[in-house]
């Protein structure tokens, strides 16, 4: 009767951007006579954070400060076509869409600070909220006069779309499974590793420290993406010990109809979360980022099994991990079957074993 | 400043966190009815007899929805992608699962529709329910989808996604040993704070303003204007923000039903699901069952895999064979393996349909083949740092889709980790790149499987 410590470890991938692509996401831009920026665009904010993200995306296109950015996702009248918040696509591929709208309106400032300045505008940058000319910033414009002049005295309104959408990888073929186009953008990769602590007694796993690795291409809030990975790493401690909406699955009996009786994490079961961030940029998301969102809870789980063996010698492969079946799995003390060279897990789970002859799972002894 | 690369505040952070936000059910109009749904009891009946005249009768109900009111019944989500249509909006004449809907009303208040729901008469002649995906091919298994216990429309025709890559028959005789698992990751809840919600107003001019608390705002008008039979200029989708979502909110549960009795009733309509419907009868994270055969020398290099996937869809398909399909395309993970043989199946339950969660289709592969990577590293006694990054992913391999990787950061990540957790690891791994392999670590027989990117 004691508490045993384990450690487990697990590396993953994942894509960006809706499998085989042809997920649209647009954006328009306007703005206000005093040079205050309106962006529109459809992309849902999950408590991702999109709003924040795409209006840093905007303040950093165009050269002017972050708070005079208004970002207006509330409805499908003022707001052009986004596919949605998911597939970790809200800042991969809607983040782009806007990126071009702002790079259209910063174009359009530049030619009216040009005519304002008689200074060609590829001499001209924007520099927090002021045109300067290159190499002899003392000739400048402030945003806001441009804006004033596009408004009173050019009659112009400075605006920008800016629309992204990889190409529908169609044809799968349905032999090999070998695809005519990329089907998905920039993969992200990522690390774990599971501390946890067995009651031999209870069967009870804690978990006590996730060190967990991301490659997010380029943190364009590092702030926002530490709280997706710790927010992830919650997610995938409750897939990996706690929840369950069938509890003796495949039976539809016991299921819990209230926060009560169906166990999500809470803050007792917080473990000590270290995140490691990696920049290593990719070539087509929003200043080289990538998207994470989706990953931050794939990771755990099978770090965490790997953790349980490491601290009581028992596989446990049918998530959740629950305290019943380490008991039951401490108690079977079931060796893999040996064959030849195979070494079969799990054999009382298999199709061989459970299905009456529809479906085999066939592997040369 | 710099905007990108800034620790910014959050755009809506103190609106969240002072609870100023407005969501769907904050927004109060007048003249507003409540809705509640009657759903079926059982896990799969015959139906008969769908009587509504008592309830539509009843002081305060204002509208009751069957299936008889929806001008498009069946439309399929992802037709787009080429998955057809199965699912009614409404039961027709058969209930699939427990908590299915089969009509609604809108009343005064939710007291006068829930009384309103128990007057309403069917007969349900009750069937067995399939609810293990492996015994879903046997000859004795009740049918459960008109399309039969599987889906059988991948490419248009197959029953199955397929993936096939090399020889698995060369690898299997090429192994030094073989390492089979099964892998059986749960459903679970995506446990939103908020619970699905929708409000209709019915608009002077003929619009209807759907409020929604979808995850995709022209998705959800798509859904709803394709079962109205109705043009997009005539729905205003109002949302955008989000109690909760990890990809249950893409559904579009409430929205078509709320417009419809808003239609029917000329009153806007709201729905708002108890905790407990969020619980028993909003779509879960599929449960995946997952089989694994790895062919690998006693060093431990990967020279195949075989895999078979269920992928437990619950009664319709919704997005199960875009989930399917993504996970097949991922299932050597961070790895490359030159000589692969996967089927998938999705296969249909009497449970709730399973839908879109986060890391959808993957989450399943990677607790799978990861775990699998662990019990390889076990059983050949091999270090299981260096195990993943001999087999790690590099510049010019390609996947099982033949699609050359040209970034990867399998090796980053893991030597990233083990300076994390204080692993020293052997000098050959340590200096170890993402770069293309120059038959570094790689035996001799192997390189012309794995080592030379050229022949990829």
């Known amino acids: 009767m004691a508490k045993h410590t384990g450690r487990g470890i697990a590396a993953i991938e994942y894509p960006t951007g809706m499998n085989q692509n042809g997920d649209p996401s647009q954006a328009w831009i306007k703005v206000k006579p005093d040079g205050r920026v309106d962006v529109f665009a459809g992309t849902s904010d999950i408590g991702n954070g999109s709003k924040t993200i795409q209006s840093q995306i905007v303040a950093e296109t165009i050269g002017v400060p972050y708070d005079w950015v208004t970002y207006d996702n509330s409805n499908t009248d003022s707001s052009p076509v986004c596919t949605g918040t998911f597939a970790s696509r809200a800042t991969f591929v809607a983040g782009k869409a806007v990126e071009k709208a702002a790079e259209r309106v910063r174009g359009r400032i530049l030619d009216i600070a040009g005519k304002e300045l008689e200074i060609d505008p590829s001499d001209l940058e924007i520099v927090d909220g002021e045109v300067l000319a290159k190499g002899a910033p003392q000739k400048k414009i402030a945003v806001p006069d441009v804006a004033a002049a596009a408004t009173w005295t050019y009659g112009e309104l400075i605006t920008g779309t800016g629309a992204q959408l990889k190409p529908f990888a169609s044809i799968v073929d349905p032999e090999t499974g070998e695809v005519d186009l990329p089907p998905h953008s920039a993969i992200s990769y990522a690390a774990c590793a599971a501390e946890v602590e067995v009651d031999d007694e209870t069967g009870v796993v804690r978990v006590t420290r996730l060190v967990q690795v991301y490659d997010v291409g380029l943190a364009i809030n590092p702030t926002l993406v530490e709280g997706q990975i710790e927010g992830g790493a919650v997610q995938g401690l409750g897939l990996g010990v706690l929840e369950n909406c069938y509890p003796y699955y495949p039976s539809v009996d016991h299921r819990g109809g209230e926060f009560g009786s169906y166990l999500a994490p809470g803050f007792e079961d917080l473990p000590q979360i270290d995140t490691i961030i990696i920049e290593n940029p990719s070539s087509d998301g929003p200043y080289g980022a990538k998207g994470i969102g989706e990953m931050a809870n794939n990771a755990q789980p099978p770090a965490i099994a790997s953790a349980v063996y490491d601290a009581v010698g028992v596989w446990v492969t049918e998530l959740p991990i629950t305290p019943e079946k380490v008991l039951r799995a401490l108690d079977a003390k079931r060796a893999p079957e040996r064959a030849g060279k195979t070494v079969v897990f799990d054999a009382e789970l298999s199709v061989n074993t459970v299905a009456q002859g529809g479906i085999t799972f066939d592997v040369p002894a | ?403 050359v990787y040209t970034d990867p950061s399998t090796v980053s990540v893991v030597k990233a980790l083990a300076g994390g957790m204080d692993v020293e690891l052997a000098t050959e791994y340590a200096a170890m790149t993402r770069d293309p392999r120059e038959g570094d670590l790689l035996p001799a027989h192997l390189v012309g499987q794995l080592g030379n990117p050229e022949d990829h």
Not at chain 2, 157 to 186: N, T
Not at chain 2, 278 to 293: D, N, V, Y
Not at chain 2, 338 to 357: E, I, K, Q, W
Request: with cysteine.
């Open chain 2, 1 to 403: 400043m710099k905007a990108v690369g800034a620790r910014l505040p959050r755009y809506d952070g103190i609106e969240h966190v002072t609870g100023r936000t407005t969501y769907v059910d904050d927004v109060r109009v007048p003249g507003m009815l409540w809705v509640k749904a009657l759903r079926s009891p059982v896990h799969s009946a015959a139906m008969s007899g769908l009587d509504t005249t008592k309830a539509e009768a009843m002081p305060g109900v204002h509208a009751v929805v069957t299936h008889a009111d929806v001008p498009l019944l069946e439309y399929g989500h992802l037709s787009a992608l080429g998955i057809p249509a199965d699912e009614p909006l409404l039961a027709k004449d058969e209930v699939r699962y427990k908590g299915q809907p089969i009509a609604l009303v809108a009343a005064e208040d939710e007291e006068t529709a829930l009384a309103a729901v128990d007057a309403i008469t069917v007969d349900f002649e009750e069937r067995t329910p399939l609810l293990d995906v492996r015994r879903a091919f046997d000859d004795d298994a009740p049918t459960v989808h008109q399309w039969g216990n599987w889906y059988t429309h991948f490419e248009g025709e197959m029953d199955r996604r397929q993936i096939r890559k090399g020889s698995i028959d060369d690898a299997f005789e090429q192994a030094d040993v073989i390492v089979q698992g099964v892998y059986r990751p749960a459903a679970i809840e995506h446990v939103p704070l908020e619970t699905q919600v929708a409000l209709v107003v019915p608009e002077a001019n003929g619009r209807l303003t759907i409020y929604s608390c979808t995850q995709a705002l022209y998705f959800s008008m798509g859904v709803v204007a394709a079962h109205l039979q109705v043009p997009l200029n005539k729905l205003k989708v109002v949302g955008g923000t989000v109690g909760g979502g990890f990809g249950g909110k893409v559904d579009t549960a409430t929205e078509t039903m709320c417009a419809l009795l808003a239609q029917k009733s000329g009153r806007p309509v709201k729905w708002r699901w108890t905790r407990e419907e969020e619980f028993l009868c909003s779509s879960t994270r599929a449960p995946w069952h997952m089989e694994i055969a790895d062919a690998v020398t006693k060093d431990g290099w990967i020279l195949g895999r075989k895999m078979l996937t269920l992928h437990d869809s619950g009664a319709y398909a919704r997005f199960s064979p875009y989930g399917l399909t993504k996970h097949s395309f991922h299932h050597t993970g961070a790895y490359t393996i030159p000589n692969l043989s996967f089927d998938g199946f999705v296969v249909f339950t009497n449970r709730v349909p399973t839908t879109a969660m986060r890391g959808f289709g993957v989450t399943s592969v990677s607790f799978a083949t990861e775990t699998h990577m662990s019990r390889i590293a076990d059983v050949l006694g091999l270090d299981p740092y260096e195990v993943r990054l001999k087999n790690a992913n590099r510049v010019g391999d390609t996947s099982p889709n033949r699609i």
